[in-house]
């Protein structure tokens, strides 16, 4: 899928941006965030020196730093791109140093536990609007990020109870400013969503590749070698961050549940259609799966390209 961004804004939205952790989707916002003018000055923070290093050979902000409290002082919006794990030490860390009205957000893929652990830390001063770009690879850190990731993906906003309309109106501007569609939902809502649509597969994934790997009559070397389509897709997808996956599976614990209680009852529904020979049963479920992949298509969230169309140069996907 080749995407291109629009044209940059005539005016910044922010005069200074702070991103907090400059792995794949800081780098990537970083990227966009310049290339499309959305904010003057764009100042990185991350706990690894390292990750801080690339990030200032790339040349993704103005001003590097892992003192995250620094990197706050002067923003008018901060991002924080770390593992949601992680957000309520930054917090912390942060919530002195911020400015009257700054506008804090976050790209998380659990949105209800980060409110809850952000909302009583940051001061009255600060304008809470949580988001999560649905747009990501399994690749990881600075080097993986790309300014086109968020073009044409959905971006979901969470503003708590109360949030600031302003603060709102320009979270929004600004992924809309780097190419993604908006919708604005209840943060318990977004992760049964997400649960269900991401979650569950991440976990479903990490345990087919994980018993593929513990079989005892099957060697690794013949699950490499003869990894069909399928497994090799699923093998992509458990290659993923564990320190992000293990975060959002402790941060979004209920709705996880709740979907995989329900998909281990169509589980056992499957098992027994294949016990009793029920071809007509397979045959009804396949063809209903298959009609909303055509609709993922037809929605140009997915491409209809062999091989998902992921031989490309970017082989974005509709991450976590
Ligand atoms: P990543 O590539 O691993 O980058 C995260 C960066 O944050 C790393 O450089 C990490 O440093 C740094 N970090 C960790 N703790 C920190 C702290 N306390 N203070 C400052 N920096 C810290 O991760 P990512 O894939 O960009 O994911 C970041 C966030 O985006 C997560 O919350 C995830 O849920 C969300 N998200 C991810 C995707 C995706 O597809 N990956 C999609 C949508 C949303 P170290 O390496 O030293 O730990």
Known sequence: MAERLGPPLAEPIFDELAIIGIGLIGSSLARAIRKQNVARRIFVADASPGALARAEALELGDAFTTDVAEAVRDADCVILCAPVGANGAIGRAIAPALKARAIVSDVGSVKGAVIAELEPILPARARLVPAHPVAGTEQSGPDAGFATLFVNRWSILTPPEGADPDAVRDVRALWEAIGSNVETMSAAHHDLVLAITSHVPHLIAYNIVGTAADLEDVTQSEVMKFSAGGFRDFTRIAASDPTMWRDVFLHNK???????????????????????GDGDGLFALFTRTRAIRLGIVAQGQETAAPDFGRRGPEGRSAGP
């Open 254 to 276: 209920e709705a996880v549940l709740e979907m995989l209680g329900r998909f281990g009852e169509d589980l056992t529904a499957l098992q027994r259609m294949i016990r009793r």
